[in-house]
């Protein structure tokens, strides 16, 4: 369609200009008022005629008052000739100033030849247009099976400018990835000792976690072609176009060799074979068979490697995980707390931040965070910094932007009634207090009863230091925290609402874990259940069920007594605490709102001991 444009735009140019010529040419005559031969006659017998400009057929006259007039007389007749026979006098005709000129070459190649030629130079011109559409049309069927990988490196394009500078966090998959970009460097540094270069590096890890990120960063740092492409560019309806373009693309990355290959989401057409619902996929097979034939086929001597990225290693073919094709498997974990920090010192370099900002107080009350959830949370305190008409980003800005990305934004139009207000300040009331008088729960944060996404309130609790092992004591903790919410509703109102939904499923999923997964139950220290890894529209659909109908009966009892007790626990905490409760309840009412250090401040004089839990 650009061509088309273009091409239709040179049409109309072409136009314009000969209308322009043919203006040009008429111009002259266009300025003077015609008169028949009897009134030129009239006029140069009665002397009003100055000069007169033969040219050709046309008669340009000038009159004594500088007005001009044309006529025209047969080519083949002479005009002193014509104005004889209209009986005008020598002498008259002897007083103008007659100037006789030949037609100019251009002027007759115009007159002449252009309306001959102009139609048929209008019909090449259309003719080679249209030849011209259709041969790219063939260009493209041709190049159907080309890959469409971008190339970076290549001498041409300038550097990407991302380096591993730009990556914080994720030490030992920069590392990895840097042997990577040495070896193709200085490759005797490693051959020397005979060290074989690695075939490909699987990236893993869950979505935001910087895979694609580390790619551009190794595009960044090495001096060799790198050619980047997605696993569902290979894949086509046709049947062997995704294998052809995996032969083209390896074809051109063995050409410029060194090289990499970054191909990013590879479980598109790297799933396992002769596995999942509806058959076979014939065109993602074969694209996959010539991958694995291309990684380590018959024709190993190419110094290529190869990059991927996937956020799903379960589902990946067998073959092409083995040593000789991905070499190296680099698992890229959620940032820790050091990480979250660094992250947000390099997302926020082009952001002025205000001198009140603290980001390692921001990168503690975002655990589980990704790098790209801690990006949009800068840009989020951004924006809102902007719409406050500020000048930098304050700290509120990012505390606030903490909450909308993980809870969604402030629902101003949502107004709960006074009665709603409070059943929703003794619901977290109720969470806050448990939280703060548990041994083993996570201290609260932040407190507030504005609503946020499809929560009419919540209790922000983070844990104190980031953790990796979790201990049954701490689980049974979190099961009274997710309860207290409907305990204090029963305890204050006598009743319960449809608030606690969620914590119940919550509540309910952390027991079930602990019982069939944990072995943190009565029943023992085996896990209950085979999952399969069967993916069909994105879910799980089935569980292959090792256990019997009594052992499932069995499940069922332990998971009920875990909620129970859970249940005691914040009720008996609730019925002690009860002033406890009524203080954060009439605050809460007040200011909708409890940070950490005001809420500690509150509770304090309420909290001499802490309680411990009924312990199953």
Request: contains cysteine; hydrophobic residues 45%.
């Amino acid at each position: 369609m650009k061509n088309l444009g273009r091409n239709v735009l040179y049409f109309l140019i072409g136009i314009l200009v000969v209308s322009f010529l043919f203006a040009n040419v008429n111009s002259e005559s266009g300025k003077a008022t015609p008169m028949n031969l009897g009134e030129v006659a009239t006029a140069i017998q009665n002397g009003d005629v100055k000069a007169a400009v033969i040219n050709g057929d046309k008669v340009l006259l000038t009159l004594k008052n500088d007005e001009k007039r044309v006529t025209y007389k047969e080519p083949a007749e002479s005009f002193t000739t014509l104005l004889k026979n209209y009986n005008v006098a020598p002498e008259k005709l002897a007083a103008i100033n007659l100037e006789v000129k030949q037609p100019s070459n251009t002027a007759l190649w115009l007159g002449t030849l252009l309306p001959i030629l102009l139609p048929l130079v209008l019909f090449i011109g259309f003719f080679w247009f249209m030849m011209r559409q259709a041969q790219n049309v063939n260009n493209r069927a041709m190049s159907f099976g080309q890959s469409n990988a971008k190339e970076q490196n290549d001498g041409r394009k300038e550097k990407p400018n991302v380096t591993f500078k730009d990556v914080a966090g994720v030490q030992e998959a920069k590392q990895e990835l840097m042997e990577v970009v040495e070896f193709l460097k200085f490759p005797k540094k490693f051959t020397s000792l005979g060290a074989k270069i690695p075939k490909g590096v699987l990236l893993v890890g869950s979505p935001g976690t910087g895979k694609t990120l580390l790619a551009k960063a190794v595009a960044g740092e090495a001096d060799v072609p790198f050619y980047h492409m997605s696993g569902s560019e290979f894949v086509e309806m046709f049947v062997g176009v995704g294998a052809s373009r995996v032969r083209d693309l390896f074809r051109r990355a063995k050409k410029a060799a060194p090289s990499i290959i970054f191909i990013d989401e590879i479980d598109a057409v790297a799933r396992q074979r002769g596995s999942g619902l509806g058959g076979s996929h014939d065109e993602r097979e074969q694209t996959l068979n010539q991958i694995l034939v291309e990684m380590d086929g018959f024709d190993t001597d190419t110094n290529v490697i190869i990059i991927a990225a996937t956020n799903r290693p379960d589902v990946l073919d067998p073959a092409l995980l083995r040593p000789g094709r991905f070499d190296r498997r680099v698992i890229i974990d959620p940032p820790d707390l050091k990480s979250r920090e660094e992250i947000l010192k390099v997302h926020s370099r082009k952001k002025p931040l205000g001198p009140d900002v603290d980001l390692l107080k921001v990168a503690q009350r975002t655990p589980g965070f990704s790098g790209a959830d801690l990006a949009n949370l800068l840009n989020e305190a951004a924006i809102l910094a902007a719409r406050r008409d500020l000048k930098q980003i304050g700290q509120t800005e990012c505390l606030e932007s903490i909450e909308k990305v993980m809870l969604g934004p402030e629902r101003k139009s949502h107004v709960l009634t006074e009665a709603e207000k409070k059943i929703t300040a003794v619901h977290e009331a109720g969470h806050a207090l448990l939280s703060a008088a548990l041994p083993h729960a996570d201290p609260v944060h932040k407190v507030s009863i504005i609503s946020r996404g499809q929560a009419a309130g919540y209790t922000l609790k983070l844990p104190e230091v980031e953790k990796h092992l979790h201990s049954r004591a701490e689980f049974i903790d979190d099961l009274a925290v997710m309860l207290a919410g409907n305990v204090a509703e029963r305890e204050v109102f006598g009743d319960v609402t449809t608030g606690a939904q969620n914590d119940f499923r919550q509540a309910t999923r952390l027991a079930r874990k602990m019982v069939t997964e944990f072995g943190m139950s009565e029943l023992g220290m085996r896990s209950y259940g085979n999952k399969e890894e069967m993916i069909f529209l994105g879910r799980e659909i089935s569980e292959q069920r090792d256990y019997s109908e009594k052992v499932a009966e069995g499940i069922d009892a332990a998971v009920d007594k875990f909620l129970r007790q859970a249940a005691e626990t914040a009720k008996k905490t609730v019925k002690k605490m009860r002033p406890a409760l009524d203080a954060i309840v009439a605050v809460l009412l007040e200011k909708e709102t409890l940070e950490q250090e005001e809420f500690a401040a509150l509770v304090k004089p309420f909290l001499p001991v802490r309680v411990t839990s009924d312990v199953a």
